[in-house]
């Protein structure tokens, strides 16, 4: 069965150090997503990414945050200065199509800042 | 509620018996997902409903959406201890975007 497989599974930063989560797509998948989860909260949507640009993003998604699909494979999310309340859990997720058959989560990256 | 509120948020049952949890929802839909959440893992693709869907049904699982009570269904049967888990509906908006809508979530204790 096809995986999204993201890396690392946990990252642990200082506070105003850039981390960079990676997310490697099912290959035939057109459609990219980043969710993120705080501890005991909801999974929240935070961007799209079809056809080498942002198709959506969420008012969660400001400056410090941004995308890439660098080689045609990897699908990474970089955050320039986290914060403390960016710890959380961030999910990578690929779609054949635009969720018509729902999507493929990887299994997280457990991002903590201190 | 919010978009993709599901109920009740823990539900507590012994093994062997039917789990049911619901979800609602307020925007008009393509179509309502659920998936499962094992404690600190990913999210597993249950099953997704279209909206011109009523029911659907994957091995013990069975999903109901009515789309005029703008709510969802999903029923295990005959749970396990390994069903053991969070479960999240999830919504894709009819509004021409990209992002799908998690609910908080309805976390099952299955019971040995």
């Known amino acids: 069965e096809p995986e999204v497989t993201q890396t690392p599974s946990h990252q642990v930063t200082q506070m105003g150090q850039e981390v960079i989560l990676r997310c490697v797509p099912i290959?035939?998948?057109?459609?990219f997503y980043w969710y993120r989860q705080i501890l005991g909260q909801k999974v929240e949507f935070l961007v799209s990414?079809?056809?080498?640009?942002?198709?959506?993003k969420s008012e969660i998604f400001d400056d410090q945050f941004s995308v890439e699909r660098p080689d045609g494979s990897n699908f990474t999310l970089k955050i320039r200065s986290t914060k403390l309340e960016d710890s959380a859990m961030y999910f990578c997720?690929?779609?054949?199509?635009?969720?018509?058959?729902?999507?493929?989560f990887g299994s997280g990256t457990r991002l903590t800042v201190v | 509620s919010q978009q993709g509120e599901e109920d009740p948020q823990a539900l507590s049952i012994q093994e062997g018996e039917n789990a049911t949890m619901n979800c609602s929802y307020k925007?008009?839909?393509?179509?309502l997902q659920w998936y499962r959440q094992n404690s600190g893992r990913g999210l597993v693709h249950l099953i997704l409903i279209r909206s011109n869907e009523r029911e659907k049904h994957s091995g013990r699982l069975r999903v109901t959406l009515d789309t005029s009570k703008k709510s969802s269904s999903l029923l295990i049967t005959a749970s396990r201890a390994a069903d053991t888990a969070s479960y999240f509906c999830?919504?894709?908006?009819?509004?021409?975007?990209?992002?799908?809508?998690f609910g908080a979530g309805t976390r099952l204790f299955v019971k040995a």
């Open positions: 925007t008009s839909i393509n179509n």
């Open positions: 290959s035939n998948h057109l459609y």
């Open positions: 999830a919504t894709d908006p009819n509004t021409g975007g990209f992002k799908t809508i």
């Open positions: 997720a690929s779609s054949e199509e635009r969720a018509s058959y729902g999507y493929t």
């Open positions: 990414f079809y056809n080498n640009e942002i198709s959506e």
